[in-house]
């Protein structure tokens, strides 16, 4: 079986039903269902003897032992963490513990559970840890894209905390010979996303009435790739990644934010009009900045492509109509995330921005 971290968060999710729609092989799944956990997102597997789930911290040793130990996985898919940049900017410390701490503790507890394999099983275990590219920090415009050498240079809380893992990952590997893949993904999209995030938001405020939040001048750039694209290239890297090695991941897709606002506006203007027959960019308001905000990102993904012969199969078109699509097919499940923790989360980071 594998074992997956974070899978009932938005990509976990989306991978473990992936993952199960294709293949018979079990899966652990270990979750402590912050407010970013959902087991709505894994409904359709109610009642599967293949899905294994476990409520609990990536930060527990005890509980890592013990479930290594019975379960006895082939590898390790690292995607717990706290994901949101300005969730670390209002408040840094569960980024640390969670994605330094904690994947400092999975880490060992992997190395104890490798270290007694044998013959086949050590030789054939991985573990895959799920990163991001804005480890690499900000770009300017005509800088080339980030390529796995591209220097560290996390700018916020999240990318820091996230490049603090990465280097854990890699320095179990040159140390203790744990067998590593690490994964650089850019910006995803598609359903099951916490409306937290610019995408999904700006579906559920515009679909609600509400003013859709754009930072600055919303002209900073970010690299959209659809999330089950993500999830075909870390099948793709568990199953013919070299030990050792990283893979960025991205869809070819730079945009400016404010072309994702108008994007999703005309989506639903043709899909869901509004009753008073105008357009949702009416709703369109400029707030000020966030802090440390960085400018650009976008991945040059060659390097998978090239070695392990992945590509995405969505463009940014298709992605985006199918992503609307799916939140106008599900409002339960927006009803159903957005919690009392969701509300306050909202007056904290909307309420004392300039308009
Ligand atoms: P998410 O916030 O939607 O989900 C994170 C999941 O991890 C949640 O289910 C949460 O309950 C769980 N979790 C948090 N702390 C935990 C802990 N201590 N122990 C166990 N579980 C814990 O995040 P996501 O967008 O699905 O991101 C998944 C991974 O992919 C993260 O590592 C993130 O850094 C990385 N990533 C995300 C994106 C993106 O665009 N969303 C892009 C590149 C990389
Ligand atoms: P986000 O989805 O939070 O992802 P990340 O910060 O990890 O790239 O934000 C994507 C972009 O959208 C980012 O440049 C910030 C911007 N943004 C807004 O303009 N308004 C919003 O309300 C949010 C959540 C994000």
């Known amino acids: 079986m594998i074992f997956v971290t974070g899978g009932a968060g938005f990509i976990g999710s989306n991978f473990v039903l992936d993952w199960l729609a294709q293949s018979d092989e079990p899966v652990l799944n270990l979750d402590k269902l912050t407010y970013a956990g959902n087991l709505h997102n894994l409904a ?4 599967d003897a293949r899905h294994h789930f476990v409520q609990g911290d990536i930060g527990d040793s005890d509980l890592l032992a013990a479930l290594l130990r019975d379960h006895r996985p082939r590898a390790i898919l690292n995607f717990a963490a706290e994901s949101h940049v300005d969730r670390s900017i209002h408040g840094p410390e569960d980024f640390i513990q969670t994605n330094i701490v904690g994947t400092f503790r999975l880490l060992e507890a992997v190395r104890a559970y490798w270290n007694q394999l044998e013959g086949k099983a050590k030789t054939d275990f991985r573990f895959l840890h799920v990163s991001t590219d804005e480890v690499y920090g900000s770009l300017a415009k005509d800088d080339p894209a980030f390529a796995e050498t591209h220097r560290y240079e996390p700018n916020s809380p999240y ?3 996230k490049a603090a893992s990465d280097h854990l990952v890699r320095a179990y590997h040159h140390t203790y010979g744990l067998p590593v893949l690490t ?6 999209y598609g359903p099951y996303h916490f409306p937290e995030k610019l995408i ?3 579906i559920v405020n515009a679909l609600a009435g509400k003013p859709l939040p754009v930072y600055g001048d919303g002209q900073q750039i970010r ?7 993500h999830c075909s290239a870390i099948r793709r890297v568990l199953e013919a990644g070299q030990l050792g090695e990283t893979y960025n991941i991205g869809g070819w897709n730079e945009k400016p934010n404010i072309e994702i606002v108008q994007t999703v506006c005309a989506l639903l203007d043709a899909l869901r009009p509004r009753a008073d027959g105008n357009s949702y960019r009416e709703q369109i308001t400029y707030l000020s900045d966030r802090p440390g905000h960085d400018r650009r990102y976008a991945i040059d993904a060659g390097k998978i492509e090239r070695e392990l012969g992945w590509k995405p199969a969505e463009t ?12 106008l ?6 009803e159903g995330v ?9 007056q904290t980071n909307y309420a004392g921005r300039a308009q």
């Open 44 to 47: 359709g597997l109610s009642g």
């Open 223 to 229: 690299d959209w790739l659809y999330v089950q694209d």
């Open 183 to 188: 994964t650089n993904c850019s910006n995803n």
């Open 316 to 327: 940014f078109e298709t992605g985006i109509r199918k992503t609307v699509q799916w939140y």
């Open 200 to 202: 999904p938001l700006m």
């Open 329 to 334: 097919n599900n409002p339960a499940w927006v």
């Open 338 to 346: 957005q919690s009392g923790a969701y509300r306050d989360w909202v």
């Open 159 to 161: 990318s820091a905390s």
